[in-house]
């Protein structure tokens, strides 16, 4: 069975500086992998997927993740965070093939001024 | 656009009370799921359905039913309600019943169990 851990509770960051928000996976077979990010009393929102193809993807607000199916890994990272980044972020898998998607407990990011 | 509804949004049980937890989306989705969110777990999945009439088990079912009659409405039922299920329930659907397409969320129900 696809199991997600998430390796850092909460991360707390100033405003303009870089952050990586990590995320690994096991599974023995071939997986999707996703990164939601929730607001305080909100669901959770898509904020990008690994498919297939290009191993690095990108949203439209300036995070970016890199699918590394060597350490299976698909960490979350944003060069410059704003103080409207504060959310909670979770990493969730896949199977290929499967119905379930899986997540991981989530990472509380606090930008601070 | 309303996406995914859930209804109600806030509920307080006493112990051993039933409950019904509402659910509907208008993408005409096949795929609908349960999950619960619990401090430091993260969501947890209960009950997932890949179209009308199929349903079944995800990681924490025990305590909760689910039926799925049409393509829209997916309810979650509590037919004892137990302390231990106090948390937010969350319902999402995604286009396709195969997990390679993001899934689209309600904002949730905050339930407490006395």
């Known amino acids: 069975a696809q199991s997600v851990t998430q390796l850092d509770s909460q991360v707390p960051v100033f405003e303009e500086a870089p952050v990586e928000l ?22 959770l929102q898509l904020l990008l997927k690994y498919l297939s193809g290009s191993t690095l993807v990108e949203s439209i607000n300036g995070f970016e993740a890199e699918f590394n199916k060597s350490q299976t890994s698909f960490h979350l990272r944003k060069p410059s965070v704003h103080i409207s980044d504060t959310a909670e972020y979770f990493c969730a898998v896949s199977v290929s093939g499967g119905f379930k998607t899986i997540f991981g407990a989530g990472t509380r990011l606090f930008v601070k001024a | 656009n309303a996406g995914v509804t859930q209804t109600p949004k806030f509920q307080v049980l006493k112990t051993g009370q039933s409950m019904t937890l509402q659910c509907a989306q208008d993408m005409n989705h096949e795929y609908m799921s349960w999950y619960r969110q619990d401090p430091g777990m993260g969501l947890r999945l209960i009950h997932y359905s890949v179209g009308a009439g199929i ?13 799925r009659s049409t393509t829209e409405d997916f309810p979650l039922r509590l037919l004892s309600a137990a302390p231990s299920q106090t948390s937010v329930y969350f319902c999402a ?15 949730g129900t905050r339930l407490s169990i006395l």
């Open chain 2, 93 to 107: 659907s995604r286009d396709g019943v195969r997990g390679n397409q993001p899934q689209h969320f309600g904002d």
């Open chain 1, 22 to 43: 990590r995320c690994n996976y096991s599974s023995s077979v071939s997986v999707y992998l996703f990164w939601y990010v929730q607001y305080p009393n909100q669901g």
């Open chain 2, 55 to 67: 349903t079944d088990q995800g990681e924490v079912p025990n305590g909760y039913n689910v039926s």
